[in-house]
């Protein structure tokens, strides 16, 4: 495997994990919110990876055999919860009003994972870029010099 591909891998995978970490920082962000019915109610959404394992499923986007990519972001499926409260202005007229289905400290756990999913590739990035040093530095040292 070329170095680059090394690069155009983890570069993949970084660009994955930085969208679930944005998807979960959405529902965070959305995880208090309330609404009138349930179809307006905000729902947790969740990334599907996918996997470039063959030459079809490779585009310009990620030219790379063996990276990854965001295959679509779907609503979780979780039931929204019904909350009597009939104080608040968004009410229905029996009084409910309709929580988001985010459950926070899931969305933190999965933000911790991505997180180091995504500190994990960085080090890969590093680490074939300090192979890459070494090697140039092997092949200098090895050159005639030039008089």
Known sequence: MQLDNV????????????????????????????????????????????????EEMIHAGAPYIGGVKVD??????????????PNNPLADADGFVFQSNVNEVTEMVDMMAASRSYQNNVEVVNTARELMMRSLEIINHFEPQSE
Do not use: C, H
Request: aromatic share 6%; proline share 3%; charged share 25%.
């Open 7 to 54: 690069f155009g891998i983890a570069g993949t995978a970084l660009n994955a994990q930085s969208i679930r970490m944005n998807t979960t920082a959405s529902n965070l962000a959305n995880a208090n919110s309330v609404a009138g019915s349930e179809e307006e109610a905000y729902r947790g959404k969740r990334t599907i990876f996918k996997s470039l394992m063959d």
């Open 72 to 85: 679509k972001i779907v609503d979780d499926t979780k039931p929204v919860p019904r909350v009597y409260d």
